[in-house]
């Protein structure tokens, strides 16, 4: 499907294109654009949402979306726009592009450079934006859209075009930050200039992460115990991320006739068919990320048996909590954590290195909890704090020429540019 940034608009005026300021108090603000919303309970979001919260006193980021409504939150400028579907997306949806709209926000909030993340309508926005208005361009590497799309159904030809899509998408871009090493190993692997390239790792908040939100309650409700213990997943349920891998693990226990529960916080198109193959599981629903640490303290045995995903937030914020975690040999999450430590990291796809892994866990309690004290001593050395220090490094980095230029460019200069 091809998406017209000029959808939503009208014709651009001069006077939002006028060179960039700084904000009002002086702070230089950075655009973020980004297609995912406010709050919403996905690694995105809350690395946004950290951004947000740990802003140094001298920079000013800012996160501009297209959403279904207007809904102010802070740190956010919602555009309300209209829902397209993504082919071979399971029910995902995006929303058209709103190019002028945008401009008169980001003309009259005296934006001096913009972030691009995610890789949809708000990325062709960001990217027209920067051109237009002459504002450098970061990007930060947030999803494997292109595998994702094969391993959903769509063929491999169109997972080809979208990595395509990404590098001149990217392309555009000063500096790219990715969250794991392998990410950047493989970005390279296919074709895309290592200089470009920097390391932005994730980090986790140690306080709505902890072992103390755990709930007697919730596990009286989920019908666990020390000796029925619960396996948690937290995420989309969908295909990509590997939770097909669930289907043995069940069949293992059930055969040995381990006592376990499993519980699916999330939602997605494999609900049914989950449900349908655990009738006795949990299942949640979506849920506020604000309610996620309360559900993963409540658990004793974290899996993300994702083979494609990035970064691995949900992953810190799990051992946070102290949750020993089972992850595969492939992506960003491997890197999160400490094999044989705090978790097991085993082979992407193996039925047999996952199945037995959780089961020995299940059927070990002191071993659980040994890894659990690790997993949490390991999440407290990873704070937002911390890690957020290259990207607001690589703001201070893009913005600092821009607001040079426009201190010292005269008024003549800049009716001209315009005119």
């Known amino acids: 499907m091809k998406l017209d940034t000029r959808a939503h608009s009208d ?33 995105i979001a809350t690395t946004l949402d950290a951004v947000i919260r740990h802003a140094p006193p001298d920079l000013d980021p800012h996160v501009y979306t297209l959403s279904a409504s207007d809904r102010p939150a802070r740190g956010y400028t919602a555009l309300a726009s209209q829902r397209i579907p993504i082919p071979f997306g399971n029910g995902a949806q995006i929303h058209a592009p709103r190019l002028a709209a945008m401009t008169g926000s980001l003309s009259r909030d005296r934006v001096v450079a913009i ?123 969908s295909r990509d991320k590997g939770l097909e891998l669930l289907v043995p693990l069940g069949d293992l226990l059930d055969a040995h006739r381990i006592p376990y529960r499993l519980v699916f916080a999330g939602d997605g198109p494999m609900l049914g068919s989950l449900r349908w193959r655990f009738p006795d599981a949990v299942f949640t629903g979506s849920i506020e990320h604000a309610a996620v640490g309360e559900v993963m303290a409540s658990a004793d045995i974290f899996v993300s048996p994702s083979a494609t995903d990035t970064a691995g937030t949900v992953v810190l914020e799990a051992q946070a909590c102290g949750l020993p975690v089972l992850v595969t040999d492939r992506g960003g999450p491997v890197e999160q954590m400490a094999d044989g430590l705090t978790g097991y990291v085993c082979g992407a796809g193996s039925e047999r290195d996952f199945c037995w892994r959780v089961a020995h866990l299940v059927s070990d309690i002191d071993r659980r909890r040994a890894l659990g004290r690790a997993a949490r001593r390991f999440a407290l050395e990873r704070t937002w704090a911390d890690t957020l220090r290259p990207l607001f490094a690589s703001y201070r980095a893009v913005s600092l020429p821009q607001l040079i230029s426009a201190r010292t460019r005269r008024p003549a200069d800049c009716a001209s540019a315009v005119s």
Request: hydrophobic share 35%; net charge positive; glycine share 10%.
């Open 115 to 237: 972030h691009l993340t995610t890789p949809g309508p708000a990325a062709l926005v960001a990217r027209r934006l920067a051109d237009r208005l002459g504002l450098p361009l970061l990007g930060s590497y947030h999803t494997e859209l292109g595998e994702y799309t094969t391993r959903l159904g769509g063929p491999r030809s169109l997972g080809v075009l979208v990595q395509a899509y990404l590098r001149w998408l990217y392309g555009a871009c000063e500096r790219v930050l990715v969250p794991s090493e392998a990410i950047r190993t493989g970005l390279i692997a296919r074709g895309w200039k290592r200089e470009r390239l920097a390391l932005w790792t994730r980090g986790v908040d140690t306080v709505m992460f902890t072992p103390e939100r755990r709930s007697s309650e919730l596990r009286r409700q989920w019908h666990v115990s020390d000796d029925r213990p619960a396996i948690l997943y937290v995420g989309r349920l």
């Open 11 to 43: 014709r651009i005026a001069p006077s939002m294109m006028r060179p960039p300021q700084p904000a009002g108090d002086g702070r230089p603000r950075i655009a973020i654009l980004t297609d995912t919303g406010a709050g919403r309970p996905n690694g």
